[in-house]
């Protein structure tokens, strides 16, 4: 009878044993918000598994579509999203409102402004009345979020020219995808638009750039990768195994060899031809992405200082690595593709 005893407990061990190191060898889900492709790659980087070394093994992906990046600190605040896609104004905002004190920039997503890659328009009706900034006083002008990189840059330029909003002009929130209709309809006066976007309204026609986000701001590190501290401490490994994939894969994108592959790839998944973006996706005629993921911290630290500047943040935000930024994560991944 002890015998039996004894082997079931043995028996019990091995299994309680083997469900521990089965729990043990699940793959981490990391879950990454995304607000616009392609500009972001988030939604198609994994798309080309044969690539990856570590995806389904270390790691697996779940993307979580948000409208912008201010909903993303809400829910990277409530645990409920691991990597946010978070414009400058956000981190920001992050850090003085959401008092989020752990929050680390860990990776670029897209600059703009950059020498020899694209910025991006604001616009205007070809044919209407608005020939320079000083004509947009009184009008309706529209971006995508209150408080965001393309929303900040229509602040930047029309304080630049004596104006202010509420008293001397007006802001809405439009989505990308129905700022231009809005223009046309002539519901809005100026639209602050991203690619694909300006690239199909230069092509429908009927519109003129009147500005671009690199007058108004300069190079800006206009979208980022952040996470908490907590969470980059407690699954490093992992994370230096997404970041391994995620560099490898953009720079597959960006390598002029798989054009046409990518192309498709994207084409794919937002169901337009691929036609729409043949002539301009990851070429130089699109925003430029850091081939190791590093974002631009002085252009993160200018973009900031104008936030302040705005009113949009009551104190300066000094970001430094060691305070807000840890790009150990992404420099380990790099090392490994050298």
């Known amino acids: 009878m002890r015998g039996h005893r004894s082997l079931a407990a043995w028996l019990a061990l091995v299994m309680a044993l ?15 918000g995304w607000a616009v492709v392609p500009s972001q790659l988030t ?42 896609a978070l414009a400058f104004s956000s981190v920001g905002l992050a850090i003085q409102n959401a008092h989020m004190d752990d929050i680390r920039v860990v990776a670029d997503l897209y600059q703009d402004g950059i020498e020899g890659y694209r910025t991006s328009e604001y616009m ?41 909003e509420k008293r001397d002009y007006r802001i809405v929130e439009i989505d990308f995808a129905n700022m231009i209709p809005a223009l046309k309809e002539k519901r809005v006066d100026l639209v602050g638009e991203v690619t694909p976007f300006t690239i ?36 490093r490994a992992e994370l230096v195994d997404f970041f391994e994939d995620w560099i490898r ?33 990851f070429t130089k005629d699109d925003y430029y992405r850091d081939p190791d993921a590093k974002p631009n911290l002085k252009a993160l ?5 104008v936030q302040k500047q705005l009113g949009l943040l009551d104190t300066d935000i000094d970001i430094d690595i060691g305070t807000y930024t840890d790009l150990s994560v992404i420099e380990d991944a790099a090392k490994r593709l050298q």
């Open 249 to 281: 894969a953009t720079r597959w994108f960006l390598d002029p060899k798989n054009h046409a592959e990518a192309v498709a790839i994207l084409a794919d998944f937002t169901k337009k031809p691929a036609s729409e973006f043949n002539d301009w996706v």
């Open 124 to 164: 205007v009706l070809a044919d209407g009345p608005i020939q320079t900034i000083e004509d947009l006083k009184g009008k309706v002008l529209a971006s995508n979020g209150i408080g965001g990189a393309i929303d900040m840059a229509i602040r930047k330029i029309m304080l630049d020219h004596g104006m202010q």
């Open 43 to 84: 939604s198609i980087i994994f798309a080309k598994k044969d690539i990856l070394k570590h995806y389904g093994t270390s790691y697996t992906v779940e993307t979580v579509k948000f409208r912008g990046s201010a909903p993303q600190i809400t829910a990277l605040a409530a645990g409920e999203l691991d990597l946010a």
């Open 301 to 305: 630290q200018d973009n900031l200082n």
């Open 18 to 32: 083997g469900l521990a190191s089965a729990v043990q060898a699940e793959p981490l889900k990391v879950r990454v």
């Open 200 to 235: 199909e309204a230069h092509k429908a026609g009927g519109v003129r750039t009147l500005f671009t986000l690199k007058q108004a701001m300069g190079p800006s590190q206009v979208t980022l990768l952040a996470a908490r501290a907590g969470y980059l401490k407690e699954h």
